[in-house]
């Protein structure tokens, strides 16, 4: 079966650099694009990042971009989301999810991990 697990969050100080690992098993990995969602507590999930299956188009959220940047290692079966520049408005849970397409809609991601905490402390 398909599975999706995030690692890498924590718990870091405002200005902190942080980098989440997706690793992917069950699926041929480079048939899907690769997003990051996040969700704070008592809000909605959110978009944050996408890459495309060959990781040649990518989209973020402009509360993220030019601070964040993903990735993908297709023969790894790994994507990323490299985050600098931290600030406590990003403390959320972080949940990779694969599409067939590239989208910033959650809609479109059939298959989702568990999520990996960041805190990012002021």
């Known amino acids: 079966q398909v599975q999706l697990v995030e690692s890498g969050g924590g718990l870091v100080q405002a200005g902190d650099s942080l980098r989440l690992s997706c690793a992917a098993s069950?699926?041929?990995?480079?048939?899907?694009?690769m997003g990051w969602f996040r969700q704070a507590p008592g809000k909605e999930r959110e978009f944050v990042a996408a890459?495309?299956?060959?990781?040649?188009?990518?989209y973020y959220a402009d509360s993220v971009k030019g601070r964040f940047t993903i990735s993908r290692d297709n023969a790894g079966k790994r994507a990323y989301l490299q985050m600098n520049s931290l600030k406590p408005e990003d403390t959320a849970v972080y949940y990779c999810?694969?599409?067939?397409?590239?989208?910033?809609?959650?809609?479109?991601?059939?298959?989702w991990g568990q999520g990996t905490q960041v805190t990012v402390s002021s």
């Open positions: 069950g699926l041929t990995f480079g048939n899907y694009a």
């Open positions: 890459i495309s299956r060959t990781g040649s188009m990518t």
């Open positions: 999810a694969a599409s067939t397409q590239i989208s910033r809609y959650s809609r479109n991601y059939a298959y």
